[in-house]
T-cell receptor, first 114, second 114 residues
Framework: AQTVTQSQPEMSVQEAETVTLSCTYD???????LFWYKQPPSRQMILVIR??????QNATENRFSVNFQKAAKSFSLKISDSQLGDAAMYFC???????????FGGGTRLMVKP | SQTIHQWPATLVQPVGSPLSLECTVE??????LYWYRQAAGRGLQLLFY??????ISSEVPQNLSASRPQDRQFILSSKKLLLSDSGFYLC?????????????FGSGTRLTVV
């Protein structure tokens, strides 16, 4: 079974600085998708960024980018120019091409210091 | 455009009382539907998912059940709530052709069993 591991329960960053959240996953599949979700204090789950495993180019969405290392099964999220509104729980998730379900990591709580 | 509705937003119920949480999706047909539970400060636990009317898969044996009486309606129920059923419940959907785009989540229900 696939597993997703987020080894950092909590991270903090100074406003305007850059922070990287780590995620590793375990799979025997070659074709799959990876996601980062943000859950602010409102607890609404918001999709931040997605990556298709067959694409070598790292996905980017404004201040959010990923470092996808397929061989290492690593999928980290980089937040540049951190803002107070970035404070939230961040969940990494995996889905292979065949299954119907996302597998989530345990989450990383990001605090942003003014 | 597709939208997902989940209600109620908050609920306080006594131990032993019944439960019914409802989730509906608009703007699509034959969605895959999911119920997740999240304990405070914790990750997401998949409870049930459904790929069609009357088709329910249970991921975790527990005091809860799910039903899908209509294509775009997903209901989470319990006959007798336990204290351990307290938590934040999230409904999510994805389209069969949209699996690579992750889930779209409802706004959640905060359930407190007293």
């Amino acid at each position: 079974a696939q597993t997703v591991t987020q080894s950092q329960p909590e991270m903090s960053v100074q406003e305007a600085e850059t922070v990287t959240l780590s995620c590793t996953y375990d799979t025997s599949e070659s074709d799959y998708y990876l996601f980062w979700y943000k859950q602010p204090p409102s607890r609404q789950m918001i999709l931040v960024i997605r990556q298709e495993a067959y694409k070598q180019q790292n996905a980017t969405e404004n201040r959010f980018s990923v470092n996808f290392q397929k061989a290492a099964k690593s999928f980290s999220l980089k937040i540049s120019d951190s803002q107070l509104g970035d404070a939230a729980m961040y969940f990494c998730a995996y889905k292979d091409n065949a299954g119907n379900m996302l597998t989530f990591g345990g989450g990383t709580r990001l605090m942003v210091k003014p | 455009s597709q939208t997902i509705h989940q209600w109620p937003a908050t609920l306080v119920q006594p131990v032993g009382s019944p439960l019914s949480l409802e989730c509906t999706v608009e703007g699509t047909s034959n969605p895959n539907l999911y119920w997740y539970r999240q304990a405070a400060g914790r990750g997401l636990q998949l409870l049930f998912y459904s790929v069609g009317i009357g088709q329910i898969s249970s991921e975790v044996p527990q005091n809860l059940s799910a039903s899908r009486p209509q294509d775009r309606q997903f209901i989470l129920s319990s006959k007798k709530l336990l204290l351990s059923d307290s938590g934040f419940y999230l409904c999510a959907w994805t389209g069969t052709l949209l699996m690579g785009y992750g889930y779209t989540f409802g706004s959640g229900t905060r359930l407190t069993v007293v």
